[in-house]
């Protein structure tokens, strides 16, 4: 089977204190999410949801939860 | 504009979009797991996944020679076969297939420019299925370890400042705010980095789209911090797959002779009983 990725999008935004890339497309009638750290631009979490809102919207949750754990440390 | 080193290493979309399906073509996907795969790939691709497929699983190395032999052979590639490699993350994890393709003698391996990102945007045909691969006997070159950095080499260098080191990892990481990428998992005992690196973070070299900025742009970008070739490089991150992507970016597009990617990375230097580190950023790149 073959299909192509449709209202592929991209934005910025802050979770958890961290910048964050998320990224959802479309592909037949299941919308794909992913979030990454935008510095340095790792992968975090990859889902699927019904919506482009509610893949985004658990990525960015399970995102908000990982980046929550990471420790800053005074220079 | 001027053009990359060794523009044949670098293939863009469209020529994968009308070479996947060639014989003497194997398209390969290579992300930390083959999740990203599984949702659709590029048509007539196979999957490798970085953390089983393209490490030893158990002491930390990368694959033996026996082990790469077994790989290529299992996917179905020849030492003629013209090797494409791409994945997520402006091609991170791919980055770091191609290296080991180089260390074992792979003639012919280049990069999908733009990666899994581009493709997807672009709207390109995905699919599901995984081809039918025919295996086969594949013999690789010994290791060429003139493109590998081992510790020794790296302390050698700090100690007589007898290369440009060049730390990939994010600004926070290099000062020690953070240990690892946010998000990620602590691997390691202290922050910073190694004595006189300087820190050009990996994805500086791409542009918005996942493509690679021009020669003249990267040039620019590491002849800033007083990388241009004239003596050796050692990247360095901090497990050795980003620093892959700045050492196929020295190699083979700014095409500086003596580049090595140290595999070992902050993971192993961060973890050193004694080893020096630094926190501070360099005021001045003119000893690099």
């Not at chain 2, 001027?2 to 979009?17: G, Q």
């Not at chain 2, 497929?53 to 026996?66: G, H, K, M, P, Y």
């Not at chain 2, 993350?89 to 791919?94: K, L, M, R, S, Y």
Request: with cysteine; charged share 25%; net charge negative.
């Amino acid at each position: 089977m073959t299909m192509h990725a449709e209202e592929f999008q991209e934005r910025q935004v802050e979770v958890a204190g961290w910048p964050v890339n998320v990224t959802s497309y479309r592909l037949g009638a299941e919308w794909h999410s992913k979030a990454d750290n935008v510095s340095p631009g790792a992968n975090l979490v990859r889902v699927t949801g019904a919506t482009r809102d509610e893949a985004e919207g658990k990525a960015l949750r399970r995102a908000g939860e990982l980046l929550a754990r990471t420790r800053r440390r005074p220079a | 504009m001027s053009e990359y080193a060794r523009p044949e290493t670098l293939v863009s979309t469209a020529w994968v979009a009308q070479h996947a399906a060639d014989p003497d073509v194997r398209i390969v996907e290579v992300d930390v797991d083959t999740k990203a795969y599984d949702e659709g790939h590029v048509p007539g691709a196979i999957a490798w996944a970085w953390n089983t497929q393209l490490c030893d699983t158990l002491r930390r190395d990368i694959l033996s020679q026996e082990r790469f032999e077994e790989l290529m052979s299992a996917s179905g590639i020849t030492p003629e076969t013209t090797l494409v490699i791409y994945g997520d993350n402006n091609n991170w994890f791919a980055a770091w297939a191609l290296w080991q393709a180089k260390i074992y003698g792979h003639r012919d391996v280049r990069l999908m420019n733009g990666g899994r990102k581009k493709w997807l945007s672009e709207g390109r045909e995905l699919a599901t299925g995984k081809p039918t691969v025919r295996p086969t006997n594949y013999r690789a070159h010994p290791a060429d370890l003139a493109l590998r950095a081992f510790l020794p080499q790296v302390q050698e260098a700090v100690e007589g400042r007898s290369a440009g080191l060049v730390d990939v990892r994010s600004p926070q990481e290099f000062t020690g705010e953070i240990l690892a990428p946010p998000g990620l998992p602590e691997t390691c005992q202290r922050g910073g980095h190694i004595p006189g690196a300087r820190n050009i973070p990996w994805g500086r070299a791409c542009n918005e789209d996942g493509t690679f900025k021009s020669a003249d742009e990267l040039r620019q970008l590491y002849g800033a911090e007083g990388l241009d070739g004239t003596r050796p490089v050692i990247a360095y991150c901090r497990i050795g797959e980003r620093s892959s992507h700045t050492w196929f970016v020295l190699k083979y597009l700014l095409g500086f002779d003596n580049v090595t990617n140290y595999d070992g990375s902050w993971t192993e230097w961060g973890n050193l009983v004694g080893a020096p580190v630094e926190r501070e950023v360099a005021k001045s790149s003119a000893r690099v």
